[in-house]
């Protein structure tokens, strides 16, 4: 027999193949798989028990070392390896906190010397309990962003974005009562904020939430940082060209601030723009020309930021800036570390829900920066104890005049290609801040904010740059385009909360739109072997005389089960006066011009391989189909592939009756539903 005569003979011929196949070849049904295999379902432990198990030493010892991973790996540590690397790692990232700390804190409506003090008393604490080894933590601007929006709320509008002497101490009733006519510093709010966002992270640690990231999409991130790149610009435009903007606590302020901008244009400050436009210059000529020169002879990056600060706060002194030009300053910066405070813990129920989009964001990018160090380096961070470790920083850190922080992405990687090899790099960055603040902070209060100015907006080159992606993404994707357009706009052109909201709105809706979908399609089978093939996609896919095999591919739930139904019912042709066949054609094609046979439908057999989850919606969906299939069409339903979750579930929700049973009419592979069905018929004459 010629390949073409064997590829097109009949429907009827390959089924009386099949049925003297299944003599030499044994039927399978669920049941006998099962026995054979030796299937067993998992029992799960008495809570009581688990307890006990893990209250052993053994795991007491474990438990330490995974809440402190510090001590686990520093009896490792190669003293004379590794020191040395972490020295210089540790001062170089010092030297860069300086700059991005007295600029970014700024950005949350606090005293520039408070991004000092973020560079030092939270590192503290994410040293001993952090997993990563190389992330650098302490200001971060989208974090110091969201946390102005409460400062500006809830502190004394002439305190927030202007420095002063450190208010007094809060007694012990007045922290936790609130006073009459009471008022809060910007400092004090952020305090308050720090607190609220570390016991978020502290509890979604706790309740093992570290996965709650997986929300935050890339899109949704690149969308939200990019607006964010705009709302810190505007902020800082006043700074930058030396005019007065307005102090604005509601929606759409960066309309706004460019309102006020375009106004007082008439009152520009040529000296402050000009020192504004000489430090970008420089800036972005030494990033984009020299640096990468400069990096092939230099083992460690050259303190551009630093060198620009101290250059422009030996000018503004020099020059008098302040006093003849009417150039504002940083002003008082306090010698010494602060002593140890209380938050103002009657703000936390005005402030609690406000502080949780900072908890995430701050976790994410802590995260997110941890991981791709982590995977450089060969090794694993743990979500749940960044979480913890963030969260545990931040409660600490909020007794010491400081806002929620995050590891910033520039430092974390300088911090890891100078050569810091762990966290004992964050060791030496701390004393390198805190002999700044014992001793040289007092040299910082005639630097000009419109330099501060000028670094943030540099350093927001890579958000902004972020913009050309988005072409890509539509291209991949137009519901990611989606995410990221809306999140973009609603951050933009309303507040910043809003977009973080609207972008995990339009994600969550991305997938349950995504989930809902169901993909069901008719298999056929390819001849000469077991093997079943959709015969939308195969041509040489047949369908099989008196066989109906349909495969679904997704998730079956209440959301779909309709679009269950109807498909099914639409591919079996439930609902039509005829009886449905199953056309074969001449050519294996399933093309009824070409028809050669028709057989009507007596078996049909669904295709669960592709079906991971059943909930009791879907299951009694699939109790309607199986009447349906009985009574309309007088044939029977099969169920095949079936993953063990999905068999289970269907047990649990009564799918399988008296007159449907287990071991009847379910099989571990379509084939063994094929020939019991064709048997069957066979059997009965059919």
């Known amino acids: 027999m010629s390949s073409v005569e064997q590829t097109n003979r009949t429907g009827q011929e390959e089924a009386e193949d099949d049925a003297e196949a299944s003599v030499g070849r044994l039927i399978r049904s669920q049941e006998s798989f099962d026995k054979l295999n030796q299937y067993e379902i998992p029992q799960e432990s008495p809570i009581i028990q688990r307890a006990i198990e893990h209250i052993s030493p053994s795991k007491c010892t474990g438990c330490f070392f995974s809440v402190f991973p510090f001590f686990d790996w520093i009896q490792d540590y190669k003293l004379k390896k590794f020191l040395i690397d972490d020295a210089v790692s540790g001062i170089t990232v010092g030297v860069m906190h300086i700059p991005q700390g007295l600029a970014y804190s700024m950005l949350a409506g606090v005293p520039p010397i408070t991004g000092l003090y973020m560079a030092f008393f939270p590192v503290l604490i994410y040293i001993f309990m952090g997993t990563s080894r ?4 302490g200001t971060f601007s989208v974090v110091c962003l969201m946390t102005k929006a409460i400062v500006a709320a809830h502190a004394k509008p002439d305190t927030v974005d202007n420095n002063f002497d450190k208010p007094p101490d809060l007694s012990f009733s007045d922290a936790f009562v609130k006073p009459d006519n009471a008022e809060l510093t910007s400092v004090q709010v952020a305090m308050v904020v720090c607190f609220a966002v570390g016991l978020w992270q502290v509890l979604m640690g706790l309740f093992r939430l ?29 700074s930058l060209l030396g005019v007065k903007v307005g102090k604005y606590n509601s929606n759409f302020k960066v309309i706004l601030v460019l309102r006020d901008v375009v106004m007082n244009i008439p009152s520009l400050n040529y000296v402050s723009l000009s020192l504004s436009l000489s ?21 460690f990056p050259v303190p551009v930021e630093m060198l620009c600060i101290i250059i422009g706060t030996l000018l503004s002194a020099g020059l008098e800036l302040n006093s003849k030009y009417n150039v504002k300053c940083v002003g008082n910066i306090p010698r010494g570390i602060p002593s140890p405070s209380l938050p103002a813990f009657w703000l936390l129920p005005d402030i609690i829900f406000h502080s949780l989009p900072i908890a995430v964001i701050g976790f994410t990018i802590t995260l997110s920066m941890a991981s791709i160090l982590a995977k450089k380096g060969h090794y694993k961070v743990k979500a749940n104890q960044e979480f913890i470790a963030c969260g545990c920083g931040n409660l600490f850190a909020s007794f010491f005049s ?15 290609n100078v050569g810091g090899k762990t966290q004992i790099a964050s060791v030496f960055s701390c004393i390198f801040i805190l002999l700044i603040l014992l001793a040289i902070g007092p040299f910082f209060e005639q630097l000009p904010n419109c330099v501060l100015a000028a ?49 995990l709105f339009l994600s969550v809706l991305c997938v349950l739109l995504y989930g809902q979908q169901l993909k069901i399609s008719i298999l056929g089978k390819v001849p000469n072997n077991e093997i079943y093939l959709d015969t939308k996609h195969y041509l040489v896919a047949q369908e099989l005389p008196g066989i109906k095999i349909i495969h679904i591919s997704g998730s079956l739930h209440f959301a779909n089960k309709n679009q269950l139904e109807k498909s099914c019912a639409k591919k079996l042709d439930l609902h039509s006066h005829h009886p449905p066949t199953v056309t074969i054609s001449k050519d294996g094609e399933n093309n009824p011009l070409n028809s050669q046979n028709e057989s009507k439908i007596q078996s049909v057999i669904l295709d669960m391989s592709s079906v991971s989850f059943v909930d009791p919606s879907a299951a009694d ?41 287990i071991y009847h009419y379910v099989f571990p592979s379509i084939h063994d539903a094929v020939l019991h069905a064709q048997q069957s018929s066979l059997s009965t004459g059919l």
């Open 134 to 137: 190389h992330v650098s933590m």
């Open 279 to 299: 430090v970008m210059a420089v800036l972005i000529i030494y990033t984009e020309i020299i640096k990468h020169r400069l990096e092939k002879r230099c083992h």
């Open 210 to 238: 570290g996965n709650i990231s997986v929300l935050l999409s890339d899109t949704l991130v690149s969308g939200f940082s990019t607006a964010a790149a705009v709302h810190v610009l505007a902020s800082q435009l006043g």
């Open 402 to 416: 400081c806002v929620p922080f995050a590891a910033s992405l520039s430092r974390s990687l300088i911090q890891q």
């Open 621 to 661: 969906s699939m109790s309607n189909l199986r009447e349906d299939i009985l009574h309309k069409l007088e044939g029977h339903l099969y169920l095949a592939n079936c993953s063990p979750n999905v068999l289970e579930a269907l047990k649990k929700f009564n799918f399988f009756s008296g007159d449907f049973p």
């Open 455 to 503: 670094i943030v907006i540099v350093s927001l080159k890579g958000m902004f740059w972020q913009v050309k992606d988005f072409p890509g993404i539509l291209r991949r994707s137009k519901l990611d385009a989606f995410v990221w357009l809306g999140t973009l706009l609603v951050s933009i052109f309303w507040d910043i909360d809003y977009g973080l909201g609207a972008g």
